[in-house]
């Protein structure tokens, strides 16, 4: 998958629901058919994002998680250093972690957290927010 | 000398949102997540069975919004205010709903202003002490964009000619 960065993949009009029952608890997340609702396509993007799954975990580094494939394959090295990481899904939702590195396709995260839990398929977003660090030195 | 490090990760990762016991306070702190971009704190939030009623369109999970949908909204919520024009509240023991109108102002992509009313329904199941959103539903009345004066506090958003009156729709 290419970046999403509310780029919207496959940008479908919101265009009348099918005839019948409305299918609304069985739908998992789609990437390829995110489709704006009401007001999403009025405002501009405030923050970089880019919206992705994971395609593969680690490895292990001791106790710790540290690093992630993801089904972006395009990013700048780097592109993502110090932007906030979160993940979207599973065991791990709502779990915010800082970038450390990125490659084209992998994600590493600072010390601070483990990505211990996740798993291929997860989503994830990450953000142009940056986190302070303060190192004391003594 | 010893040396010691000690990182401390601060302020913009504020983390799950402190602990919320009045529904209200969730919806509120819901929406000054999203103003504040604040995607883990708009997660710790919402239920787990969320679905999302938005404007016609469905998100059936809380994955499908955050994945989908929430991005777009923190956007919005950057981009526009929202000046809460009336809220009713419900419901009794671990299920409460929150039901509250809008006058959501600002300025959109090409510089031009928005301003319309939006209706909104919150349903809130508290679990472990905690009030979370198990479902949102937002829409608009027809001709939503008010021409006069809105009544503030208590009073009802005035509707647009021809409109039917902005009345908050059923739990």
Known sequence: MNKLGIVLLGMLAAGPVAAGPLDIFGTAPSEARVILAGHDADVPEVIPRYSGTVTAVGPKEGERVASFKTSITDFELNEVKSWRLTILSGELLGTPFVVLANTADEIVVTEEGSLDGLVPGDLFVVEQIFTRRIIRIQ | ?171
Do not use: C
Request: hydrophobic residues 45%; without cysteine.
């Open chain 2, 1 to 171: 000398m010893k040396r010691a490090a000690l990182a401390l990760s601060l302020a913009v990762l504020a983390g799950p949102a402190a602990a919320q016991q009045i529904p209200t306070e969730v919806v509120d702190a819901f929406h000054s997540a999203l103003t504040r971009q604040d995607t883990a704190g708009a997660l710790s939030l919402l239920a787990r069975d969320l679905i999302v009623f938005e404007f016609g369109l469905v998100d059936p999970t809380l994955e499908a919004y955050a994945f989908q949908h929430l991005p777009l909204d923190m956007n919005f919520a950057a981009a526009t205010t929202w000046t809460l024009q009336t809220r009713r509240m419900g419901g009794s023991g671990d299920d409460r709903w929150v039901i509250s109108t809008y006058r959501v102002t600002g300025t959109d992509v090409n510089n031009a202003p928005i301003d319309s009313l939006y209706l909104e329904s919150v349903l809130l199941t508290r679990s472990g002490g905690n009030f979370r959103i198990n479902h949102i539903h937002w829409s608009q009345p027809s001709g939503a964009t008010p021409t006069g004066a809105v009544q503030g506090g208590a009073g009802a958003p005035a509707p647009a000619p021809g409109a039917a009156p902005a009345a908050p729709p059923a739990p």
